[in-house]
């Protein structure tokens, strides 16, 4: 009865004392994939602008249809280990090499903030 009260004292205190429980999860890396833009380079879009313009502010698309030549896309997806995932699009339309309509869903967040306030959980 002795040994059995003596080993639930030292179980209990290693759960209650330093030891977190934290400790016990799994680790959860940050994924992040896409094109990290800046909303305010996304702005700067105008309808008009070339394909030159538009990759000289955003970079090349994510996503460049062999179909659909006349259609850009820039997608991010990032998941903070703990936190929820944020996502954001922008579809860009061509016309005679001319933008022709720009479609968003989401916002771009700056990286380096995004990467910053994941990291103060």
């Known amino acids: 009865m002795r040994k059995l009260l003596i080993s639930l004292i030292m179980f209990a205190s290693l759960f209650s004392s330093g030891c977190s ?30 394909k030159q313009q538009v990759e000289f502010v955003l970079g090349k698309p994510l996503l460049e249809s062999p179909f659909h030549s006349d259609r850009w896309d820039y997608v ?15 579809t860009i339309w061509f016309e005679d ?21 994941s990291k103060t959980w």
């Open 97 to 117: 090499n001319l933008v022709t309509k720009v479609e968003q869903t989401g916002d771009f967040e700056d990286p380096d903030k995004v990467l910053e306030q």
């Open 21 to 50: 429980l934290d400790m016990l999860t799994i680790y959860k890396i940050d994924v992040q994939q896409g094109n990290a833009l800046e909303q305010q380079d996304v702005d700067r879009i105008r309808a008009g602008m070339n």
């Open 76 to 90: 991010f997806y990032y998941k903070p280990g703990y936190t929820d995932p944020s996502r954001a699009r922008v």
